[in-house]
């Protein structure tokens, strides 16, 4: 197997000339010698979107910068999975469909120059009409796929399916390895369909207001190892998902086996984020000995009536939050995404169990500290008809932000918009709830405030605060809640406010 430099079949790095053709003819050369290393040197290469091929590695040297077009009409329209949906939509910058034995490899950098793409979004979400060729192309393709035409997706009605920056797509053992992939238009790395994948020391970026820029979305996977990232982006900074709604339960391949381990997460809107998209199943996470600084949550469950199946089987240990809105938040009753035309889906009753009705279950949390969290220590919200269930927090210390100038916010969106600002742990529709070794201060309320929920355990569940102005624990319509530890002793009938009843026990 040899080396494939893309200068050889015409490739210039004036940052200007287009040398896509001569970065694909490399590519090929590639494959039909049966495998090997296409080269990408020192320099700044200006290209439209390239396609991978098996058995080879593409290398980015250091010093090196691959540019992408933003002339929409460059990208053709293939067949991808947009916002969970299997359809079509503009061709990934970097695409590696029904491949084996890739890679990306490197210290060089990948740039999808997503401004104009975003420009479009936003246009889109200021209610504004966009159309082209190419959405009309994008539309045709998908003139028999009308499920998502009842929700919230703003770009649907148009058809600008922006595209990720790099995608791989029913893909098998695949490698991405020390570059940095930053400007993406849509979610910057997403992997589809794909079996035994590591990604490791990858630098994730997106500015701050970049419109859906996530990091890394693994998608109905199996066996993915994600180590020594970083991210700093624009959206959530590694998400796993698994299809969305009837379109994902009629694949119902779940993501599966997933490691993610020595990662910073510095901004995004979470740090390690499981849903919405869990409609094929999420099960056996690991998060271990990772930082999320400045993320608006910290591990972030979400899912609604829609999404059906399950996520369960996430164990997270060994993690620094610093300056986090919510450092742990698991919602069944996201409110997002749900088909505007049935408004059962976001009513406070309880519904039928059905296919749709999600099941989260088998939370293990252990040796975090979280210090200057804004909005809540923790946010625990399932449904009425289908409880979060068998969640144990265990040597936990969070810590709210003592400046009463720092606002808070929504822990995360649920049903009905609750915001908080330095308060403890909200729980409701919980069945198993145990807390262990846990110390929660607070700028204000009790340490854990827990609604309709049953078989509650506190084991040395503490509040920090000097002053205990307000009782430890309140409850309202909540069975079975055993407490014992020290503190609890100490304060007797000061330690827990039942508020329904109106009295202390």
């Known amino acids: 197997m040899g080396l494939f430099d893309i200068t050889t079949y015409g490739a210039i790095n004036n940052g200007t000339a287009d040398s896509t053709k001569a970065i694909q003819a490399a590519i090929e050369a590639c494959a039909e010698a049966g495998g090997g290393t296409v080269y990408v040197p020192a320099g700044t290469y200006h290209t439209g979107p390239i396609q991978l091929k098996s058995n080879m590695t593409l290398y980015l040297e250091a010093g090196s910068l691959l540019s992408f077009t933003d002339d929409f009409d460059a990208y053709p329209v293939v067949k991808?999975?947009?916002?969970?949906?299997?359809?079509?939509?503009?061709?990934?910058?970097?695409?590696?469909?029904?491949?084996?034995?890739?890679?990306?490899?490197?210290?060089?950098?990948?740039?999808?120059?997503?401004?104009?793409?975003?420009?479009?979004?936003?246009?889109?979400?200021?209610?504004?009409?966009?159309?082209?060729?190419?959405?009309?192309?994008?539309?045709?393709?998908?003139?028999?796929?009308?499920?998502?035409?009842d929700t919230n997706l703003v770009e649907w009605p148009s058809q600008f399916l922006r595209p990720p920056l790099i995608q791989f797509f029913e893909a098998e053992n695949v490698t991405i390895n020390g570059v940095t992939v930053r400007n993406?238009?849509?979610?910057?790395?997403?992997?589809?369909?794909?079996?035994?994948?590591?990604?490791?020391?990858?630098?994730?970026?997106?500015?701050?207001?970049?419109?859906?820029?996530?990091?890394?979305d693994v998608e109905s996977c199996l066996?993915?190892?994600?180590?020594?990232?970083?991210?700093?982006?624009?959206?959530?900074?590694?998400?796993?998902?698994?299809?969305?709604?009837?379109?994902?339960?009629?694949?119902?391949?779940?993501?599966?086996?997933?490691?993610?381990?020595?990662?910073?997460?510095?901004?995004?809107?979470?740090?390690?984020?499981?849903?919405?998209?869990?409609?094929?199943?999420?099960?056996?996470?690991?998060?271990?000995?990772?930082?999320?600084?400045?993320?608006?949550?910290?591990?972030?469950?979400?899912?609604?009536?829609?999404?059906?199946?399950y996520i369960r089987?996430?164990?997270?240990?060994?993690?620094?939050?610093?300056?986090?809105?919510?450092?742990?938040?698991?919602?069944?009753?996201?409110?997002?995404?749900?088909?505007?035309?049935?408004?059962?889906?976001?009513?406070?009753?309880?519904?039928?169990?059905?296919?749709?009705?999600?099941?989260?279950?088998?939370?293990?949390?252990?040796?975090?500290?979280?210090?200057?969290c804004r909005a809540a220590a923790g946010f625990i919200y399932g449904l009425p008809e289908m409880p979060v269930k068998?969640?144990?927090?265990?040597?936990?210390?969070?810590?709210?932000?003592?400046?009463?100038?720092?606002?808070?916010?929504?822990?995360?969106?649920?049903?009905?918009?609750i915001e908080m600002a330095g308060e403890g742990i909200f729980a409701k529709y919980v069945d198993e709830l145990n807390l262990h070794h846990v110390k929660v201060l607070t700028r204000k309320g009790p340490a854990l405030h827990v609604e309709e929920s049953k078989n509650i355990v506190l084991d040395q569940f503490t509040l920090k605060n000097e002053t205990i102005e307000t009782a430890v624990v309140t409850s309202t319509d909540t069975e079975n809640l055993e407490i014992r530890g020290s503190q609890y002793e100490k304060l007797g009938d000061q330690y827990h406010l039942n508020e329904r009843k109106g009295v202390k026990m």
């Open 390 to 417: 068998d969640v144990d927090i265990n040597h936990v210390t969070i810590e709210m932000t003592q400046d009463d100038q720092i606002p808070g916010g929504e822990p995360d969106m649920v049903r009905e918009v």
């Open 80 to 149: 991808t999975r947009w916002s969970g949906y299997v359809c079509h939509g503009f061709m990934p910058l970097i695409f590696g469909q029904n491949v084996s034995n890739v890679a990306i490899k490197g210290d060089g950098i990948i740039d999808g120059n997503g401004r104009e793409w975003w420009k479009v979004n936003r246009r889109l979400r200021n209610k504004e009409h966009y159309q082209s060729a190419k959405t009309e192309e994008i539309a045709k393709a998908n003139a028999d796929f009308t499920e998502p035409a």
């Open 223 to 309: 066996n993915v190892r994600i180590s020594d990232c970083h991210f700093d982006v624009g959206d959530d900074c590694v998400v796993l998902k698994s299809g969305i709604n009837e379109d994902g339960r009629k694949y119902g391949v779940p993501t599966k086996n997933v490691t993610i381990t020595n990662c910073t997460m510095h901004h995004g809107h979470g740090g390690v984020v499981l849903g919405s998209e869990n409609s094929g199943g999420i099960e056996n996470i690991t998060v271990s000995n990772c930082v999320f600084d400045g993320t608006d949550r910290g591990i972030r469950i979400k899912t609604n009536r829609e999404r059906g199946s």
């Open 184 to 216: 993406s238009p849509f979610w910057n790395t997403h992997l589809v369909f794909c079996k035994n994948v590591s990604i490791h020391q990858v630098h994730f970026q997106n500015p701050s207001d970049t419109p859906n820029g996530d990091g890394l």
């Open 313 to 372: 089987n996430l164990l997270v240990n060994n993690v620094w939050m610093d300056d986090v809105l919510c450092p742990i938040a698991i919602n069944s009753f996201y409110r997002h995404g749900v088909s505007r035309s049935n408004p059962e889906l976001l009513d406070a009753a309880a519904i039928p169990v059905s296919h749709k009705t999600p099941i989260v279950e088998k939370i293990r949390i252990s040796n975090v500290t979280a210090r200057n």
